[in-house]
């Protein structure tokens, strides 16, 4: 059974850089027959999609975020990581890694509450 | 980016109505669209892809429709385990783009 599980802090002070990482099991990064995403969901508000990575280190992030956001992956570990900088207040949400297959997000993790406050 | 509209923004039904949301692309996405379904604290729960293909284990009451711009979520029988919040989302450009939601409260 395919599981994600996001990690990383709970707050952050604003301008610092956040760190979360989503650790894969039942599945193989590697393999290559999937992309790896990154959503997140501001409380109470719609989803909005941060982008992806593909096992080779193929990326795309989306323009809304500015150049603030970096996704990678470390095939080795099966995880893949997210880093979002310079950060405000409005980043403050909850932050889900999910599988797409074929351009849908079939398995999501459980999600992490990030705030962003000093 | 493509805007994603949903109507209602919510709706109060009973068990056993039949319930239908909509979901409105600002341009054509043939039929690459996406129902999920939210419960509070869970992360979406894929429900139908391309449109109309019901994901496995999904009930058959849930169903899709549409293509081009205007597409449809049908639940035939609300059931209880069904008062959710639903997105649509788009697959067809970059970024991938969901609708704000659409909340199916009990009347």
């Known amino acids: 059974q395919v599981q994600l599980q996001e990690s990383g802090p709970g707050l952050v002070k604003p301008s610092q850089i956040l760190s979360l990482t989503c650790s894969v099991s039942?599945?193989?990064?590697?393999?290559?027959?999937?992309?790896w995403s990154w959503i997140r969901q501001h409380p109470g508000k719609g989803l909005e999609w941060i982008g992806y990575i593909y096992y080779s280190g193929s990326t795309y992030h989306n323009p809304s975020l500015k150049s603030r956001a970096t996704i990678s992956v470390d095939t080795a570990k099966n995880q893949y990581s997210l880093k979002l900088t310079s950060l405000t207040v409005a980043d403050t949400a909850v932050y889900y890694c999910?599988?797409?297959?074929?351009?849908?997000?079939?398995?999501w993790g459980q999600g992490t509450l990030v705030a962003v406050s000093s | 980016d493509i805007q994603m509209t949903q109507s209602p923004s919510s709706v109060s039904a009973s068990v056993g109505d039949r319930v239908t949301i909509t979901c409105r692309a600002s341009?054509?996405?043939?039929?690459?669209l996406a129902w999920y379904q939210q419960k509070p604290g869970k992360a979406p729960n894929l429900l139908i892809s391309?449109?109309?293909s019901l994901q496995s284990g999904v009930p058959p009451r849930f169903s899709g429709s549409g293509s081009g711009t205007d597409f449809t979520l049908t639940i035939s029988s609300l059931q209880p385990e069904d008062f959710a919040t639903y997105y649509c989302q788009q697959a067809h450009s970059f970024p991938y783009t969901f609708g704000q939601g659409t909340k199916v409260e009990s009347k």
């Open positions: 391309t449109a109309s």
């Open positions: 341009q054509d996405i043939s039929s690459l």
């Open positions: 039942g599945a193989s990064i590697s393999r290559g027959t999937h992309y």
């Open positions: 999910a599988r797409q297959s074929h351009s849908f997000f079939d398995y």
